[in-house]
């Protein structure tokens, strides 16, 4: 099969498409041909060489792919050639052949495309296991939300809003934040103007938030514990600013019982992933359908453009998803 | 009535008992006569002027007693004059008579004295609180109790032995680290013989510890985190050896999923607390009628010898809960 390789480590000129042994799918898996990928933070890391694959996984780039099921093992109850599907993957979604576990796999509704597809898995899944799961996020409850604009943002936006919680978002530009408040956000904060703690408490009526998704870390550790409620939970989903904060006072998480919380999906063992991909299916899928539910598309590259499409994401201008057209 | 009353704030001579105004029961409180009290880390704090009662709790210190009820109010179900309980208390321990909500009252089994009633509530509920309720304590896990000789270390090895689970402990002297083991503890580990993480990888056949139950804070934060398994809970009870740590690796706990989760028992809210002790004693209190679990009681001064039970605690000797025998 064709699939993006890297020639090496660096810049988008490591980049290329080439030709790769096709994946073997077990018993238990999907074969599918790719249609549609979309990008993450961790493929410009691991084009960098700074996200080395989990071991075992594909060291193609590629953490989700949508696509049409070419073959199904027999241990792959309920699927059948033909059958129009998305997934997370570990990795491997640059290509035109992807193997995927039965269990990962979920249905794209009839009304959503291939394109929309790929946007859906990693930050769908990553907005509902952090909101649910690990935030116990209830109806009434405030969420800040870093980086609303992102793909995982516009996700957890939707899904707050779906919840009947309350959503407000940090973000670097007013457009991001009015595409973030048609999507449900009831505030913004543009991060480039200044400290987004008083901001918070202004919001809350200084109550502060009672769950915060963060991708930036140590830059952002103490405004978030202040942002914080009683009892209230940071969930940190990368460190994009940086990983090693130089102070945490314990005394503060101990009396206002706060939680700091670290969560990466990709490193979840495969049982684990099934599990939320079961859940997920059915809190997500029906809303998909009727248009509750939204995947967020910033542009759509064909694979050959795939440079391309990684500078856009370098540049931050994004707003969604970027996905890329696996053509044949 | 009479109470342990403060002139001013310091060292154990600011200690003397006087007269104070009753309590004033509501329609939902039991009126007790206290017959005991027992100290904690809280108390010494409190004398000293470093941890002022939260706003509307009593100056008189004391945080739990076991007495008899003397009055009940109209809305109090279930409970009547004569009755044996002990209770968790906002303050106000260190006193003849006690306002308790009904709510939170525990009656105290017939095997138990007023001594081991007064024993049990801050350690034990502080225990259950962050083993089952934030730790997630599930049986066959391994749990990291620091302190392992306190009163909430010991009562966390036996739930967590009730629990099927695994205690190992750190303590100060080879006499707390034996008790700990009758009480249930694999393994224990004086920490004045060197960092402790080597060896809660050594007994966790390098996994990690699934929990870890800690006081000490700041200094023990790095190895801390470095001594949990994937996917870990740091609970922080308490920040005895400093609140504020100089560095905190984000990236590590996104890769590794671990949780830094703090708590208080005396910041909570009341309805919280009656909530907690409702499912602690149907947890507990047939395990206290049958022996299966047991207060650990280190040593009992009559209330006149407060200076002496205070200066007990400080000199960190103590094997469990001390008590203060209220003699009216």
């Keep these: 099969m064709k699939a993006v390789l890297l020639s090496g480590f660096g810049g988008v000129e490591v980049l290329r498409i080439g030709s790769h042994a096709d994946p073997v799918p077990g018993d238990g898996d999907l074969l599918v041909r ?14 960098r060489g700074k996200y080395p694959p989990p071991k075992g996984a594909p060291e193609i780039l590629g953490l989700e792919m949508a696509g049409e099921v ?25 290509a035109e052949l992807a193997a995927v576990p039965a269990g990962m796999a979920m249905r794209i509704p009839e009304n959503l495309t291939f394109d929309e597809g790929a946007a859906i898995p990693e930050a769908f899944l990553t ?26 943002g516009t996700a957890a936006i939707q899904l707050i809003r779906e919840a009947g919680a309350f959503a407000i978002i940090t973000a670097g530009s007013p457009g991001k934040i009015t595409r973030c408040l048609e999507l449900g956000a009831r505030a913004g904060w543009d991060y480039k103007e200044g400290f987004f703690a008083p901001w918070v408490a202004e919001q809350t009526e200084g109550r502060g938030a009672d769950l915060i998704l963060d991708f930036v870390g140590a830059p952002y550790l103490e405004q978030n514990l202040a942002s914080l409620a009683e009892d209230g939970r940071l969930i940190v989903v990368g460190v994009l600013g940086g990983a090693v904060a130089g102070r945490l006072d314990l005394g503060a998480l101990l009396m206002r019982r706060l939680q700091i919380i670290g969560t990466s999906l990709r490193s979840l063992r495969r049982e684990r992933k099934v599990a939320l991909t079961r859940q997920f299916r059915a809190f997500a899928l029906p809303r998909f359908a009727d248009g509750r ?14 440079a391309k499409a990684h500078l856009r994401m370098e540049s931050n201008a994004n707003i969604g998803k970027i996905v890329l057209r696996v053509v044949g």
């Design 34 to 47: 790719v249609r549609a990928t979309a990008l993450n933070r961790a493929d410009l890391l691991q084009r």
């Design 70 to 94: 070419i073959e199904a093992g027999q241990a792959c109850q309920g699927f059948k050639k033909g059958d129009r599907v998305c997934a997370l993957l570990p990795g491997g979604g640059y």
């Design 127 to 152: 907005a509902y296991q952090n909101l649910f799961n690990l935030g116990g996020l209830v109806a009434g409850a405030t969420v800040l939300v870093h980086a609303g604009a992102s793909g995982v």
């Design 293 to 306: 539910l939204k995947p967020v598309i910033d542009s759509v590259y064909d694979w050959t453009e795939v």
